[in-house]
């Protein structure tokens, strides 16, 4: 079998049993599984090995945990907790962009404003989801272990060349444009953590994107992402309620890995990034995993997803006008400058 479809099938298994892994548990926050073995698993290469993956843990621990300890700061001195949030994701997009640790980056982000506004509403629920995302990581590797033998990399595509890092100017732009991106969905989530929870996951995955192109593709990918993400979440849940189990799932949850596997490692042909169609799962799982526990809990799922869908838009909408107003200034900016430079 050829690297490429090797990739795709380890792909799509690790997110199919995670995910199939995390309902059959009836974890509190059943999108974390999914979503971190996206995560994790992107990047082409063999599994980390038990002691790193207890490293891992540990600093998503120490990490998300940041978090908990900003709450007594929110009650009583918001200004300051805020302007350590800024902080927080300032150091996240560094660790994304500068040290290729997007894994990392995306822990500490989450334990600065994910982790601070769900305690801010009940230290349970807070100290349970940070519980729930080691838990989810450990389910994310142990699936890697158990898929990579069928389909290992090739001994020279795991050593490959690293990329170069980002220069000081551009990580200093991108850790400010992710701070203005995820700053009002953060303040919207102080006041109503339930419903904004899913809308501030997704800004975070939008705020740690390292790099968007022109006003047009950056819409193309913002937005195309997230509605389809959306038509594939309906897709999923309709063809789920034909037959609710979890073998059910777990192939959905492959079918679903395979296309986007598909499409991330070249097997299909795609005019759109990587990064498009790893928003686009992960739109998915945090569409669908939140209406699977609303149906178990007996809620309406289809207004609650109708309101998940609405907001991740909005979200996203934001996203893409704060990307092109930045860009615009930014290039007023460096033509002043230049000009300023000619002059003298």
Not at 106 to 113: D, E, N, Q, R, S
Not at 154 to 179: M, Y
Not at 313 to 341: D, F, H, I, N, S
């Amino acid at each position: 079998m050829e690297l490429q479809a090797r990739r795709v099938f380890r792909f799509a298994l690790v997110v199919a049993l995670s995910a199939t892994i995390g309902f059959a548990m009836q974890l509190e926050f059943t999108l974390l599984p999914p979503v971190l073995a996206v995560l994790l698993s992107l990047k082409p290469a063999p599994p980390m090995k038990p002691r790193a993956l207890l490293v891992l843990v540990t600093v998503i621990l120490i990490t998300t945990s940041i978090g908990m300890l900003l709450v007594p700061l929110l009650l009583h001195y918001p200004l300051t907790a805020v302007l350590l949030g800024l902080l927080g994701l300032y150091a996240s997009s560094y660790l994304t962009v500068n040290l290729k640790q997007s894994a990392l980056g995306t822990f500490l982000a989450m334990g600065f404003v994910l982790i601070s506004a769900l305690g801010l509403s009940s230290v349970t629920y807070g100290w349970t989801w940070v519980q729930t995302m080691a838990g989810g990581v450990i389910i994310a590797i142990l699936c890697q272990w158990l898929v990579y033998p069928f389909f290992p990399e090739d001994p020279a595509a795991a050593t490959a060349t690293p990329a170069p890092p980002v220069g000081a100017e551009q990580s200093n732009w991108i850790a400010l444009r992710s701070a203005i991106i995820v700053l009002p969905v953060w303040m919207a989530a102080l006041s109503d953590p339930s419903t904004w929870v899913s809308a501030l996951t997704k800004s975070l995955t939008l705020g740690q994107q390292s790099s968007y192109p022109g006003a047009r593709e950056a819409g193309l990918e913002l937005l195309g992402s997230t509605f389809l993400g959306g038509l594939l979440a309906v897709l999923f849940w309709l063809l789920l309620g034909i037959l609710p189990n979890l073998w059910v799932m777990f192939l959905l949850s492959l079918a679903v890995g395979i296309y986007g596997g598909s499409k991330l490692y070249g097997i299909l042909s795609t005019r759109f990034p990587p990064s498009f169609w790893s928003n686009t799962l992960m739109t998915l799982w945090i569409l669908l995993a939140p209406a699977v526990a609303d149906s178990a809990s007996s809620k309406d799922v289809y207004k609650a997803f109708v309101v998940r869908f609405l907001l991740f838009v909005g979200v996203t909408l934001y996203a893409w006008v704060a990307v092109v107003l930045l860009e615009q200034w930014r290039q007023r900016k460096a033509v002043r400058m230049q000009a300023r430079a000619a002059s003298t």
